[in-house]
């Protein structure tokens, strides 16, 4: 079974730009999360899509946007980049677990590394 | 918000003796809690998890504890491995999927 993939992996871009990541997960996963992770601040929530909803929100600003699709397939944007969202980001797969509520074990991508110039 | 510390950001332990990780929470809501494991240039990897009504949970050389009143979680890694030498990271989970974690613990086994 082919794990959680995230393109691209490396990206460089220039403040006031735009990004799109992309994800896919597991086949069979329909959560998917999203995180972004710098030096000493951990993994930061993002948001969590789930059947093409957005279920669960991080405190980020309105800059940072998702989407998920019907193959359960899903993007995050961020507009007007800023210095301070170069980042790595991670995207992360979940499961329905037996009672019918999605699983709490994530299987994460191996990130997006967002450099912005 | 910081609902999940993790205070120590490194730790050292020589192979064969006991790791201990701890994290702190603030959120008496969450309803899981877990640890991952990342190597450099992957994602993190799931460990062990442990329910909120639990106080301990076994797998392994693996083991986590949950002292509820204290708000306090901690995985104990006997005996330790060279191969466990990674970052280690606690999170909480609340409202169904949304997690908070920790900063990560740097996990040093030296041979």
């Known amino acids: 079974k082919a794990g959680v993939t995230q393109t691209p992996r490396y990206l460089i871009k220039t403040r006031g730009q735009q990004v799109t990541l992309s994800c896919s997960p597991i086949?069979?996963?329909?959560?998917v999360s999203w995180y972004q992770q710098t030096p000493g601040q951990g993994l930061q929530f993002l948001f969590e899509y789930f059947s093409e909803t957005q279920r669960n929100k991080g405190n980020f600003p309105g800059r940072f946007s998702g989407r998920q699709f019907s193959n359960s397939r899903s993007e995050m944007n961020v507009s007007t980049l800023e210095l301070g969202d170069s980042a790595l980001y991670l995207c992360a797969s979940s499961k329905m677990g037996p009672s019918g509520t999605t699983s709490y074990e994530q299987y994460f991508g191996p990130g997006t590394r967002l450099t912005v110039t | 918000d910081q609902q999940v510390k993790q205070n120590s950001p490194s730790l050292s332990v020589q192979e064969g003796r006991i790791s201990i990780l701890n994290c702190d929470y603030t959120n008496s809501m969450f309803d899981y809690f877990l640890w991952y494991k990342k190597y450099p240039a992957e994602g993190p990897t799931f460990l062990i998890s442990i329910s909120s009504i639990k106080d301990k949970n076994e797998d392994g050389r693996f083991t986590v504890f949950l002292n509820k009143s204290a708000k306090h979680l901690s995985l104990h890694i006997v005996p330790s491995q060279p191969g466990d030498s990674a970052v280690y990271f606690c999170?909480?989970?609340?409202?169904?999927?949304?997690?908070?974690f920790g900063s990560g613990t740097k996990l040093n086994v030296k041979p």
């Open positions: 086949s069979g996963h329909r959560s």
């Open positions: 999170a909480a989970r609340i409202n169904f999927n949304k997690f908070y």
